[in-house]
């Protein structure tokens, strides 16, 4: 999510995102002795924060909580935000029904109340949810919170010819056959006739789902499920200045160059069970040079790395060096691979695709992407580590991380023939031009096809215009791309919230389509509406498990990584740690300072 993320159906997955982060312990990398309790400087220790909290007992209430970033948000609307970091920075300034909660590790991606008394009341077979507003809950002018408003800001997801971007999982699943037109052109006097939410008085609000789906409640703790205030909507002009249900509102903001919010006096942390509001002040410096980013961290300036994508080389090479106890080592939550369009011939055969998963050189792949620390374990599937129902590198059906992990030449070349193409053949990888390590993964890739007699050329494309390239199944067929190489994170962490726009069907979309393999396999849809209708919760695991299991054996992607980052903290932060509720970002919420300044 770079980590951003991009959308559900549209997330050219950035990397951002996500919702998800490390079960797997990292070792501590070469270089300097502070990788134990902390160092001179009183930074925490190498890892200290990575899935546990580090310096909970330092933080002090006050000071300026200092971000810095290489890239601006794609909107600080929460209707149209879809990068990972804006979901995680938003919740200062917004609130939701439920959220996650604010834990380390694998708790942090449990849902918790928020505006509402607790999870939902759920009835009629996993039709009807019903949530109570708490007592206290205000606006940055001290009106109250109502239903009302939090209907009203949900509704806002339906204007996607006012506010795309974000993502679109409320209004398909509360309105499946698009009858609503969304507030903007609602006849209704109050602006409020979507059908599908009820607010029987301003403390109550009822959703009606036409179908049962088993993940409705993670998509309430989006932040595009919150609460917009009509009189304060100023639809496209959203993004430049939100009006705060949180502790903290905007006082200025510069698109690209500066952010700053300050405490809002109208919020009570009696009515907010998740947020400590330590700072005073929060501050957000945009960086033109990732260069200068890493350097201003590295010198104190900085506390951290608003897009949370880890350090770039040159300054990563220095931080692990000269400073290891400020550093973390993450698991993303993003999968890095290369899909192969089944419409590009000739991998509408399947044993032309496996010739090419057979024939990478995996240990060079995970090279190119950064090595095992800033690149991440090898990728043996496409279930990330944090999704229920993934089994993490032992589910390696290629045995991409054993035998085949520098490539298996002989068995690739078995495949070709199974293929009719023993002589090998010509396809073009494409690759976004404005990343790097993705140009330098196709590279690899390249190299290692060569030695079974598959000439790659390497097409790089605009990489800001992703979604009429590689989104349109039309000119990826017209451009004869048979590999693509993308990233994906979870929206949510399910097997839904990251997998039911890459392999499901009906995701399959002319433009801004995700599903590039093009897969359409009954038994996998079928899986899907078995999960999505899963009323027993722990049989969902089981089902990932299998609609996993049934992509890697259809052969549609060939994984890199289970991606990881290098991540710096200031030695001032306190109460610090990854979560999973946030792609193993640090959780922005809670964090403090040892020594308010």
């Known amino acids: 999510m770079t980590t951003q993320r991009t959308s559900g159906r549209r997330k050219q997955a950035l990397a951002a995102a996500a919702v998800v982060a490390g ?50 948000a794609d909107s600080w609307d929460t209707t149209r935000g879809y990068y990972g970091f804006m979901w995680n920075f938003a919740r200062y300034y917004s609130r939701q029904l439920v959220t996650t909660k604010a834990e380390p590790g694998k708790a942090g991606a449990e849902l918790t109340p928020d505006l509402a008394t607790g999870l939902a009341k759920v009835s009629d077979g996993g039709k009807t949810y019903t949530y109570t507003l708490r007592d206290g809950i205000t606006w940055e002018d001290g009106k109250p919170i109502t239903s009302k408003d939090v209907k009203y800001g949900i509704e806002r997801v339906w204007a996607q010819d006012v506010l795309s971007g974000g993502p679109t999982y409320l209004k398909d699943v509360l ?47 989006l932040v595009s499920a919150s609460p917009v205030r009509q009189d304060k909507d100023t639809k496209s002009k959203y993004t430049l200045h939100p009006f705060s249900s949180g502790p903290y509102k905007f006082e200025s903001y510069n698109p690209g160059k500066d952010l700053t919010l300050v405490r809002n006096t109208s919020w009570k942390q009696a009515s907010d069970p998740i947020r400590k509001a330590y700072p005073d002040k929060i501050t957000v410096k945009f960086f033109s040079n990732a260069n200068e980013l890493d350097q201003r961290l590295i010198n104190g300036d900085i506390d951290l790395d608003i897009n949370q994508t880890g350090m770039s080389p040159q300054g990563r090479t220095e931080a692990l060096k000269q400073h290891k106890a400020n550093l973390d080592n993450p698991v993303s939550g993003y999968i890095r691979y290369a899909v192969f369009p089944q419409s590009v011939k000739p991998f509408d055969n399947e044993h032309c695709r496996k010739a090419v998963i057979y024939g990478a050189d995996h240990v060079s792949l995970q090279t190119a992407r950064g090595g095992p620390i800033a690149g991440g374990d090898i990728g043996t599937n496409m279930l990330p580590p944090s999704v229920p129902g993934s089994e993490g590198q032992k589910y390696d059906p290629y045995e991409l991380a054993g035998a085949n992990k520098n490539g298996n030449v002989a068995k690739a070349k078995e495949e070709l023939k199974a293929c009719g193409q023993p002589n090998g053949f010509s396809t073009t990888i494409a690759v976004r031009n404005n990343k790097p390590v993705e140009v330098a993964t196709a590279q690899s890739l390249q190299a290692s096809l060569k030695k079974i007699g598959i000439n790659a050329q390497i097409d790089q494309y605009d990489g800001s215009q992703t979604t009429g390239i590689i989104g349109s199944p039309a000119n990826v067929k017209k451009k004869g791309y048979g590999i ?48 999505v209708n899963a009323t027993d919760a722990s049989k969902k695991p089981g089902i990932a498990t299998e609609i996993n299991h049934k992509v890697m054996e259809g052969g549609y992607y060939l994984p890199f990584v289970f991606e990881k980052f290098i991540n710096w903290r200031s030695s001032n932060l306190a109460n610090v740690y990854t979560t999973d509720g946030y792609s193993g970002m640090y959780d922005f919420v809670n964090l403090g300072l040892k020594n308010p300044k």
């Open 484 to 531: 693509i190489i993308m990233g994906w994170g979870p929206d949510f962490p399910t097997v839904q919230g990251f997998g039911l726009p890459l392999w499901d069907s009906k995701y399959i979309l002319q433009s801004g389509n995700n599903n590039y393999a093009l897969i359409k396999d009954k038994t996998i849809d079928g899986l899907f509406d078995s999960y």
């Open 175 to 221: 309105d499946p056959d698009a009858k609503y037109q969304g507030p903007y052109k609602d006849k209704a006097a109050d602006h409020l006739g979507l059908k599908a939410i009820d607010t029987p008085d301003d403390k109550t609000i009822v959703f009606h789902l036409p179908k049962a789906n088993s993940d409705f409640e993670e998509m309430l703790a």
């Open 23 to 72: 079960l797997l312990t990292t070792a501590a990398c070469g270089g300097g002795n502070d990788s134990g309790g902390g160092s001179k400087n009183g930074a925490a220790g190498f890892d200290a924060a990575n899935n546990k909290v580090a310096q909970a007992s330092a933080v002090k209430k006050g000071g300026t909580l200092k971000f810095g970033g290489a890239q601006d």
